[in-house]
């Protein structure tokens, strides 16, 4: 195995043993050339492996130490479930709690919050999404929060949802009303519409630079996009959401109900198979 690898190995044990704890300095590149007997450049790119994995910071110039976790964010659903029951609430609860406090327990007034609502015609991906035609109007909403002590994103999500859905009610179509306390479900409430499940389909993608700037994640840090479909009482889609969130930490929590067998089932023999 390449030295470079051998290094990295012994630190990436340390630090899954809590040998090198979170925020640790990690050995210089001059200790790790001596320990190891290898030019600065193996024992850099032994680092930068580490690098890329998302355990080490800084290097290049700052000493690297061992990544610090960053807050995390849980996707699960219950928390939507309790976004429904929040609908109900009075508004004094509803302002108080957001999907931000529900998936990573940071305050709202903690954020700092940016939203921008535009009328665009639906794309053929959107159409099919919806059972609409290509070209009909919809609203697009771009949604950003930014985490007031450290500037950087702890959201960042593009929903659209069919202008007919919602267009009888004029507060819903001007983005001056954001952040609506109660959020989507809230609004949606308003116009006769109730969400009975949210599907939702996960992929990977890779944040470009200036994405890597904008959450504050490492390089080697993958990016999760996933694309909500909220679907009314009547089985219509009717808002339709791309999140991203950075995959080191984010949490997606599955949960599939199965049907019980009947009363009536069949024991089962373990001398033959009927």
């Not at 600065?40 to 930068?48: F, I, Q, T």
Request: glycine content about 6%; proline content about 6%.
């Amino acid at each position: 195995m390449p030295v470079k690898h051998q290094i990295a190995d012994a630190l990436r044990a340390q630090i899954l043993m809590g040998q090198l704890a979170p925020g640790a300095p990690l050995p210089t590149i001059e200790e790790l050339s001596s320990q190891w007997r290898c030019a600065p450049l193996v024992a850099r790119e032994a680092l930068d492996v580490l690098k890329s994995e998302g355990r080490v910071s800084g290097g290049r110039g700052k000493r690297a130490t061992v990544r610090v976790p960053p807050k995390r964010i849980k996707l699960s659903t219950g928390w939507v479930q309790e976004q429904k029951d929040l609908v109900l609430q009075p508004r004094s609860v509803r302002s108080h709690r957001g999907a931000i406090e529900l998936t990573a327990g940071v305050p709202i007034d903690a954020t700092i919050s940016t939203h921008k609502y535009d009328a665009v015609s639906a794309t053929e991906d959107l159409a099919l999404e919806f059972g609409i035609k290509a070209g009909t109007e919809i609203q697009q909403r771009t949604y950003e929060m930014v985490d007031r002590e450290t500037g950087h994103r702890l959201a960042f999500s593009v929903s659209y949802i069919p202008l007919a859905l919602i267009e009888s009610n004029p507060a819903l179509l001007d983005e001056r009303n954001e952040p609506w306390p109660g959020g989507h479900q809230h609004q949606l409430y308003t116009v006769g519409i109730e969400i009975d499940h949210v599907t939702r389909t996960l992929i990977a993608v890779q944040p470009t630079p200036g994405d890597r700037q904008k959450w504050g994640i490492e390089q080697g840090v993958s990016m999760l996009q996933i694309r909500s479909r909220s679907v009314d009482i009547d089985g219509r889609v009717v808002e339709l959401s791309d999140a991203l969130y950075p995959a080191d930490r984010t949490e997606v929590e599955f949960t599939e109900n199965l049907r019980r067998w009947p009363d009536s089932h069949q024991a089962y023999d373990s001398a033959a198979d009927d």
